[in-house]
């Protein structure tokens, strides 16, 4: 069974920082999706960004980039420039297309520092 | 992406009441939609993948006699909670899969406290 690993239960950033949260997976497949998840306390489940296990090329959106590490099976996610609203749960995630679940690990939340 | 809605937002009831949750994707058709569970401050947690027009197939572990599910049409499914207790109060989130980026795009969740 596919399990999602993410080691840090909480990190801080100072506003404007960067910071990088941490995400390994475990797989016997060769295609399969990843996915970042951002819950802010409306609980509202965001799309952060995702990657495409054959793509070599790490993802990247505006301030948020991946580190995909497939050989490693490492997913790891950097926001550049931090925010106060990006102050949240953040969940990764992996998908495989032979039953379409999602599997998530067990987060990390981010804590904004004005 | 798909837009998605839940409603109610936030239901109260008695020990041994039944609740019914509605998920409504609002401008796509789905033929399969996600109930997760959230506690709070945890992980999202499968409980079934809704189907329309066929049985939904629950996650292992969830008793589907007392979380029912019916997806009778591509943009309505529903969860009801029967028999409900104070165990069963949680964080309800569902999710439509659109096939096209292989992405889940979720509702805003129900949370449901039993007394």
């Known amino acids: 069974a596919q399990t999602v690993t993410q080691s840090q239960p909480e990190m801080s950033v100072q506003e404007a920082e960067t910071v990088t949260l941490s995400c390994t997976y475990d797989t016997s497949e060769s295609d399969y999706y990843l996915f970042w998840y951002k819950q802010p306390p409306s609980r509202q489940m965001i799309l952060v960004i995702r990657?495409?296990?054959?793509?070599?090329q790490n993802a990247t959106e505006n301030r948020f980039s991946v580190n995909f590490q497939k050989a490693a099976k490492s997913f790891s996610l950097k926001i550049s420039d931090s925010q106060l609203g990006d102050a949240a749960m953040y969940f990764c995630a992996y998908w495989q297309g032979s039953n379409y679940k999602l599997t998530f690990g067990k987060g990390t939340l981010l804590t904004v520092n004005p | 992406g798909a837009v998605v809605s839940q409603h109610p937002s936030w239901v109260i009831c008695k020990s041994g009441t039944s609740v019914k949750i509605e998920c409504r994707s609002l401008d796509f058709q789905a033929t399969t939609m996600f109930w997760y569970r959230q506690f709070p401050k945890q992980s999202l947690m499968l409980m079934a993948t809704?189907?329309?027009?066929?049985?939904?197939?629950?996650e292992q572990g969830v008793e589907k006699d007392k979380f029912l599910i019916n997806h009778a049409s591509l943009t309505l499914s529903t969860l009801t909670v029967t028999s409900a207790h104070p165990e069963d109060s949680s964080f309800y989130i569902c999710?439509?899969?659109?096939?096209?980026?292989?992405?889940?795009?979720f509702g805003p969740g129900t949370r449901l406290t039993v007394l």
């Open positions: 809704s189907n329309e027009g066929s049985k939904a197939t629950y």
């Open positions: 990657q495409e296990a054959y793509k070599q």
């Open positions: 999710s439509v899969w659109t096939g096209v980026t292989n992405e889940q795009f």
